[in-house]
């Protein structure tokens, strides 16, 4: 049995959570207090959990966990991961009590300096090569050895590709090689599918273990045209496109061992946050093929939120 | 730390250097075997660059163009207002992305946006741009009291912010400049200027050069009006921060500023605050300068 399967018991039903950030609108723990609000908030930010100290006390204080999504390691590209930021992360992760760590496979900071991928700008995708895939292991693996939670592999939002392997096969691989669980944003999905030679979701997905599934992302986009091509753009900000709702869908069928559905919505319209909160819970409750899932989401749609 | 000789390092290189740089791009499409033999790539090592996707490419550097362009502007809003308000000028200022500065850390990067700032402000040499070299000293003192308001919290030194002090102890105490301070005589307010560039500011002013939306014009009319000088003291201060104790990387330390404009130049008269003259002893009209620069925390009482 891998670490990963063993983990995997271990893991907790997060239910459908948001993604938002501490100090901007809508705001999390006002939010988290709402009927129907997130059983769950997920956020980026600073290393230093000092600085996110005094929010997620007043969410644990409404029994409301949380899980950091930093955008700070490298998990792929030949710039290492200091250790010192490592043990900062590691330490985020203990202080705040985060059940996973999860972050999009990227290039964050480049040379002997961590930061954070808004220094570059956005994430820097990986490159689809045997040699890129190799160099990512090395990364990925610096990080498991050093952060005591276990780690989710989500794929970057792209516009175009590199390399002549589709994300679905590296990652799958990635995952695979370095024993990490999957996170998989509906939205990101779509924009691979649109950027690689592969528009087919159920062929990209053949090789890619959905069982290390164990979160799912849902969010606002935009679809750009440039000649007869399409790009699909992140925009948390924004309403969730039909493309994604059906990709999400999908996604819920198929990821049998999925623990937690999280609604990117930073900087979007508060009210508009849960209708669509809902919207999730009754897909989630009706068709997640992790039993555990839907179980858990009937039962906050049933105003019984287990926190 | 990787030597970055594998293949694999180079392509991370040029695929860094695509989305920074414009004319990389270019190349790529007019003389992709000249790009990848410049960078050390052929074979199959070169084989993902010939593929690539040109428009998808290009997507994903304006976007980034747009965040970075942003975040860089914030700290110059004046000095990038003005220069970005002419001809050309966006591009110019987005220049900046291909420099090497901007794989260094973030005060080392806005820093080197101030030198390219004056590169530019030089380049041409016309009235706006010998107008605006005042503010950019300006706004580059901003910059450099914020990097040394977070190197000395780092160092674990006070930065604090501006403290009121009781009448009685302005009385017996001894006014000196504080820590932390910026004084530059401008040729007039920033006010003044705020209005000719149509109220773009630090959150917006990007947006707005991209945009075209603002009127080199009104800054030339700015820059010939007859010169009503000010003189700005500013202090920063550390509102709040997070330590990097536990290693790597910056410490998270939210600066701000106050500042004081006073009407004429007066540099001279606020550097003999140096604590060497109480506030008792000063003259009425020194004295009420003092009050009025201890209530704003640009001086501090010995």
Known sequence: MSSFTAQLDTLPAMGVGVSLSFGMEPDPVALAAMPGGPSFVEYAGAVQHESVAAPVAALQAQGVPVLFHPSCLNLCGPWPNPPGWLAAVDAHVRAVDSAWLAQDVSVCFVGDEPGY??????????????????????????????????????????????????????????AERTDCGLLLDA?????????????????????????????????????????????????????ILPETWKVFAALLRRCHNLRAVCVECEGAVGRTALPVLRRVREEVAESAASVTLRIKARSELAGEVSR | MSAMNEPVDRQYALLLRLLFDADAREQLQGDPEGLLSEVGLSGDDAAPFRDVDAAGLAIDAELRRRYLMSAMCRAYPQTAGAIGAAPGGGERLAAFLASPAMMGSLAERSQAFGDHLA??????????????????????????????????????????APERYAPDRVARGYPTLSSFITIVQLPCSPAVLEVALEHAGPEDVWRRIASGSLDINRVKSVARAAPAPVTIAARGFARGHASARAGGGAALIDVSHVTVELAGLQAARLAEFDGSRGTAELPPADRALAEKLLNAGILQLL
């Open chain 1, 187 to 239: 939205g990101h999905v779509v924009s691979h599918l649109l950027a690689g030679s592969q528009p087919s979701l159920n062929r990209a997905l053949e090789g890619m273990d959905l069982g290390r599934v164990i979160e799912l992302h849902v969010a606002g986009g935009v679809l750009e045209k440039r000649g007869d091509r399409r790009y699909y753009l992140d925009a948390h900000d924004l309403p």
């Open chain 2, 119 to 160: 590169r530019l402000l030089t380049l041409n040499d016309t009235a706006v741009d010998r107008f605006m070299g005042a503010f950019l000293a300006f706004e580059r003192g901003l910059v450099d009291t914020a990097a040394r308001v977070r190197a000395a919290v780092e160092a674990g030194e006070p930065a604090p």
């Open chain 1, 117 to 174: 991928s808004i220094q570059l700008g956005y994430f820097v995708p990986p490159i689809l090569t045997r040699a890129s895939l190799e160099q990512a292991v090395e990364r990925v693996a610096e990080v498991c050895a050093a952060v005591s939670a276990p780690l989710l592999l989500e794929p970057a939002p792209v516009t175009f590709q590199l390399g002549e392997m589709s994300i679905f096969q590296w990652l799958g691989e990635l």
